[in-house]
């Protein structure tokens, strides 16, 4: 760049100004570091005050708050389903217990229909033995009397039957054989 | 380097010219007290800071908003930094690390601002940070350890007749730390600057079809974000490794 020839008026003030610029590079400018040095202690020094006195402490307490909440949140929720967990076993115990009384009310009931089902079917069974019993009574009897008619009937048909035939019946005769005939 | 000419129409790109410092009010010679653009960003950078870290948390909610939340997330940034990096017993230090930090990241990205001025850039800035980071090391070193200190540089795993030489690399690379660390600052946010700077001037000669530039300028802008953030950290960073060397000196 230095060595341009060009003898235009405008080339001629760039050139001018690219020397100053690359002779002023802003940053070595030594007359401007106290300036940039004392503003940025001053600046570096409210930072530090406003980070260490107020913002810092803020944020740490914050923090140790939310983690204090935090812990105490999860003890709380640890209480509580202990507390679930103890009333689902109080639940567990009384269904337990509750069966089993029903259970023995049900083993209760039943005995007890049992006895009064065995009861009822004894005095059954004792009805019905009497019942036969008078029944088979009652059946001699009619059987008896049958057999007491039906020797009548016999003789009777007997001596009819001898008498229509033209015979004389003995009467003693036709009783011994209806009998004879009435055994066989 | 800087100016640029283009023809008569007198094409001039001054990518320097955004990095000089002009008094406020009026024009004479700028003393140590003159408010200045540098006063003015540092101050916008405070401002920022405050907004953030104190108007931001003085709800103190237990369930953060927006602000409050970067704020926490800041703090636990550093804080956690400073613990894994420096070691427990660097945590005191951790407020004059987070004023750094804090100054650093917020003066990068104020710079980010069309027409505004970017205090990092400068080498004054940066190098005063610097010092005062390996001063106040060198001193806690020397307070915390005594002359053991200078064991830093006697590396007594390795062997004996290696150790003069190491030591004199190590004590080199000592001093080197404060130029590496602050020019590196500044030379990254000064260079993206003036990239930017140059191929907006490219944009401004041609006019509406300047596509390309407008790109570039997208481009290196995504990527001054980036660096703003991450050479604020790397600063950070650098701090706590070497005061980390000063509380446990040994290798």
């Known amino acids: 760049m230095a060595n341009t020839t060009n003898t235009a008026d405008a080339s001629q003030d760039a050139f001018r100004a690219a020397e100053e610029a690359a002779g002023g590079l802003p940053q070595l400018e030594l007359s401007t570091f106290p300036n940039q040095i004392f503003w940025l202690a001053v600046t570096l020094v409210v930072i530090f005050f406003v980070l260490s006195k107020v913002a810092l402490p803020r944020i740490a307490s914050v923090l140790a708050e939310r983690r204090g909440t935090i812990t105490n949140d999860i003890a709380a929720a640890e209480d509580l389903k202990a507390k679930a967990l103890e009333a689902e076993e109080t639940y567990n115990k009384a269904l337990a217990d509750a069966r089993t009384e029903a259970a023995q009310i049900v083993a209760d009931t039943k005995a007890e229909i049992q006895a009064d089902l065995d009861k009822a079917i004894a005095k059954a069974d004792a009805e019905i033995a009497a019942k036969a019993a008078e029944s088979e ?3 001699a009897d009619i059987r008896a009397g049958a057999e007491e008619a039906v020797k009548a009937v016999a003789k009777d048909t007997a001596k009819e039957i001898i008498a229509a035939l033209g015979g ?12 004879a005939r009435m055994k066989g | 380097m800087a100016a640029e000419a283009a023809g008569p129409s007198g094409l001039q790109i001054h990518p320097m010219d955004q990095f000089m410092i002009k008094p406020l009010f009026g024009n004479g010679e700028i003393a140590f007290y003159t408010p200045t653009n540098v006063t003015l960003w540092m101050a916008l950078a ?7 870290m104190v108007v931001g948390t003085s709800s103190r909610a237990i369930v953060p908003g927006r602000r409050q939340s970067v704020a926490e997330m800041a703090y636990g940034f550093i804080y956690k930094m400073v613990e894994d990096v420096a070691g427990k017993d660097a945590v005191g230090f951790f407020p004059y690390i987070m004023t750094l930090f804090m100054f650093i990241v917020f003066s990068n990205f104020l710079g980010l601002l069309p027409m505004s001025f970017t205090t990092t850039s400068h080498i004054a800035v940066t190098a005063v940070l610097a010092m005062l980071v390996f001063l106040g090391v060198t001193i806690i070193g020397f307070v915390k350890n005594g002359v053991s200190f200078l ?7 390795a062997p004996l007749a290696l150790r003069p030489i ?15 660390h602050s020019i590196r600052l500044a030379g990254n946010v000064m260079a993206g600057h003036a990239v930017i700077k140059v191929f907006a001037g490219f944009a401004g000669a041609m006019g509406i079809g300047a596509i390309l530039p407008i790109g570039m300028i997208t481009a290196v802008y995504a990527l001054e ?6 050479q604020a950290y790397v600063f950070t960073i650098l701090t706590c490794v070497y005061l980390k060397d000063a509380l446990h000196p040994s290798h």
């Open chain 1, 137 to 139: 009574t009652a059946i």
């Open chain 2, 225 to 230: 974000v980036l660096v703003a953030f991450i």
């Open chain 2, 46 to 52: 405070i401002v920022a800071i405050v907004v953030l």
């Open chain 2, 166 to 180: 190491l030591a004199i690399i190590e004590v080199t690379s000592y001093f080197v730390r404060p130029v590496s």
């Open chain 2, 151 to 157: 064991g830093l540089f006697w590396v007594s795993s």
């Open chain 1, 168 to 179: 004389k019946a003995d009467g003693r005769t036709v009783t011994s054989a209806v009998t």
